[in-house]
C-alpha cells in the first residue's frame, strides 16, 4: 500500500475541501507524467541504483531489461491512466456539488 494513503487523502480533500476542478486545467497532470517518465529513463541511464542494488525505481520501469514493456507502460500511462484519473476527480468534485448544492423545491 505504497500509494494508498495518499489517495485516500487526496479523494478526502476532494471531496470536503471545495476547490473546483476544470478538465480543460488537467494538464499540468501529464506534465508531471512526463517528469516522472523522463525521470526514471535519466535514473536508468545513469545508473541510478536503488537501497537493493537495483537499476529501477519499479519493476515494470526497467529500462535496462524490459523496454518494450516500459516504453508500454509509459504509453499506458499517458494516454489512460492519467485521463481516467482526471474524469474520476472531476467526477468526485460534481459529486460533491451535487451533495451540497440546494435542490429545487
Given at each position: 500500500?505504497?500509494?494508498?494513503?495518499?489517495?485516500?487523502?487526496?479523494?478526502?480533500?476532494?471531496?470536503?475541501?471545495?476547490?473546483?476542478?476544470?478538465?480543460?486545467?488537467?494538464?499540468?497532470?501529464?506534465?508531471?507524467?512526463?517528469?516522472?517518465?523522463?525521470?526514471?529513463?535519466?535514473?536508468?541511464?545513469?545508473?541510478?541504483?536503488?537501497?537493493?542494488?537495483?537499476?529501477?525505481?519499479y519493476?515494470?520501469?526497467?529500462?535496462?531489461?524490459?523496454?518494450?514493456?516500459?516504453?508500454?507502460?509509459?504509453?499506458?500511462?499517458?494516454?489512460?491512466?492519467?485521463?481516467?484519473?482526471?474524469?474520476?476527480?472531476?467526477?468526485f468534485?460534481?459529486?460533491?456539488?451535487?451533495?451540497?448544492?440546494?435542490?429545487?423545491?
Amino acid at each position: 500500500m505504497r500509494h494508498g494513503g495518499t489517495n485516500i487523502l487526496i479523494i478526502l480533500d476532494t471531496l470536503f475541501a471545495g476547490h473546483t476542478f476544470h478538465i480543460v486545467r488537467s494538464w499540468p497532470f501529464y506534465l508531471v507524467a512526463i517528469a516522472w517518465v523522463l525521470f526514471s529513463r535519466v535514473y536508468a541511464l545513469a545508473g541510478g541504483l536503488d537501497a537493493d542494488g537495483n537499476g529501477f525505481i519499479y519493476g515494470f520501469l526497467d529500462w535496462n531489461k524490459q523496454e518494450v514493456t516500459a516504453t508500454l507502460v509509459v504509453v499506458f500511462v499517458i494516454v489512460v491512466f492519467v485521463p481516467v484519473c482526471m474524469f474520476i476527480s472531476w467526477g468526485f468534485c460534481k459529486l460533491r456539488k451535487m451533495c451540497i448544492s440546494p435542490r429545487p423545491a
